[in-house]
């Protein structure tokens, strides 16, 4: 499988969607799902193609839905959900022993009242309180009903005006049709799901490969409320849109609105035409984290702390072997390696103890090393801007396949200094510090948690 930085993706994207035709009917845009598809194509992910029936005849596709439903039994889950349901990715963040709170949710639980929320995890977490739980569902459905054929109607339709476009090659329309098969059978799961069981509202994390889910919240009347989940930058494959797009993404599966941090994230989204202003709302800092301290009580260290990302340990590994010689010749520093929270090879940066670093997971917080420590390094992840406000200079190292572009986007909006392997951070930090360095102000990506914010989004 090749790596790609999103800038050549994008690049493809507008070649080869330049006619929204090839992608839309007369109901939807399937602009997304395309993207999904182009991407995996692109990139040679065999992965991502799957068994499906898009080719067949309607009627056919039909049949092969109801004999299924017949041969399996049909989901009987007992569901009773609130006015207002969280769909939580199970990120969690560690208060104390044997206590943990929702990164993302948690805030917004308080401002609606457990009362009023239902929480459903989509991967069962220990730690973490929840009504249900999306593996526990059954997906054995009933048979396909008005709304479910109206659906695979439209995407049988697309799937044909795609193939006869002449737009995209053999391999390119098997790619799609698995696409668009995984958005029915999430279409049909979610839609299903809350059929006969309606809350006001669904707040979920990131919008793309949650057509599905969009789809079938919004064909119920339900309102759907993405959570930013992290950094949003103008090289991004899913925010962010070129205007030639603009009439694309008005039937594309979109959020009704987004909640962001902070009023520099409205900014970065208004650079694209997928969101009005009127639909993003800035709700303030609603993570879960220790409170900040005020700056001048920061009991800074000669710490460089390197902030690992997750399926990244090769690169990060990498470099910190190469930068092991370079920090010997500050011997008043010390090294420190946070590991990603749900990073699955925290075992490969075991070596580097040997090397001097010190290798942290969930002992300490971030924002507990970020007040002690003076330099972050780290390629292109969100704890560069949730250092902003804690006096630690960034730098992103560049030129890490599809992290580029977004390391190239923060070094544009002065988020972060550029770095490269062979450059000594440590000198630089100390050059750049005994010119007077000017750090962000931290209002602007993190705004104060304004819970009547909350409130009114549904």
């Known amino acids: 499988m090749e790596i790609k930085p999103f800038s050549e993706i994008n690049k493809h994207f507008l070649e080869k969607l330049t006619s ?10 399937f602009l997304k799902i395309f993207q999904h598809a182009l991407s995996y194509s692109l990139i040679g992910d065999k992965n991502k193609l799957i068994k499906n029936y898009i080719h067949l005849p309607l009627a056919l596709q039909k049949a092969l839905y109801t004999i299924k439903s017949i041969v399996r039994k049909p989901n009987t889950t007992n569901t009773k959900f609130k006015d207002v349901v969280f769909i939580d990715p199970g990120r969690l963040f560690k208060v104390a022993e044997h206590n943990y709170k ?12 457990e009362e009023n929320v239902t929480t459903i ?9 929840a009504d249900y739980c999306l593996q526990d569902f059954n ?13 695979l109607s439209e995407i049988k339709a697309v799937s044909s005006t795609s193939r006869k476009s002449g737009q995209f090659t053999d391999s390119e329309v098997e790619y799609i049709n698995s696409a668009l098969h995984i958005f029915f059978e999430d279409f049909r799961f979610y839609y299903q799901l809350f059929k006969n069981n309606k809350p006001k509202a669904v ?11 969009i789809a079938a919240l919004q064909s119920s009347d339900i309102k759907c409320i993405e959570m930013q989940h992290g950094l949003i930058a103008a090289n991004d494959l899913y925010y962010v849109y070129n205007d030639i797009f603009k009439d694309s993404v008005k039937h594309a599966f979109f959020p009704d609105k987004i909640m962001v941090y902070g009023i520099y994230w409205r900014k970065v989204l208004l650079e694209g035409c997928e969101f009005k202003d009127s639909q993003i709302v800035v709700a303030g800092d609603y993570l879960a984290r220790h409170q900040q301290s005020d700056q001048k009580k920061f009991n800074k260290e000669n710490i460089l702390l390197i902030c690992a990302q997750k399926m990244l340990f090769k690169e990060y590994v990498e470099y910190a072997k190469k930068l092991a010689p370079v920090l010997m010749q500050h011997p008043t520093w010390k090294a420190i390696i946070k590991l990603h929270p749900l990073e699955n090879a925290k075992h490969e940066y075991a070596t580097l103890t040997s090397l001097g670093y010190e290798i942290v997971d969930l002992e300490y917080t971030l924002d507990e090393l970020l007040q002690r420590s003076k330099i972050q390094i780290s390629i292109y992840s969100t704890t560069f801007y949730d250092a ?3 006096e630690v200079m960034n730098f992103s190292l560049q030129n890490y396949g599809t992290s580029s572009d977004y390391a190239a986007d923060m070094i544009k909006e002065g988020v972060a200094e550029p770095l490269t392997i062979a450059d000594d951070p440590i000198a630089i930090y100390l050059e750049k510090q005994s ?24």
Do not use: Q, W
């Open 20 to 29: 929204p035709k090839s992608y839309t009917t007369s109901k939807y845009s």
């Open 102 to 113: 929702s990164v993302y949710f948690d805030k917004f639980k308080e401002c609606f009242g």
């Open 121 to 129: 995890l989509k991967s069962k977490n220990k730690h973490l309180k």
């Open 203 to 213: 707040f979920f994390i990131c919008h793309y490969h949650n057509e599905g889910l």
């Open 388 to 390: 902003i406000g804690f």
């Open 139 to 151: 997906r054995n459905l009933p048979k396909l009903d008005e709304t479910e054929m109206s659906m």
């Open 435 to 458: 010119h007077g360095f000017n750090y962000m102000d931290r209002s602007m990506i993190y705004g104060t948690f304004d819970d009547r914010l909350a409130l009114s989004s549904i």
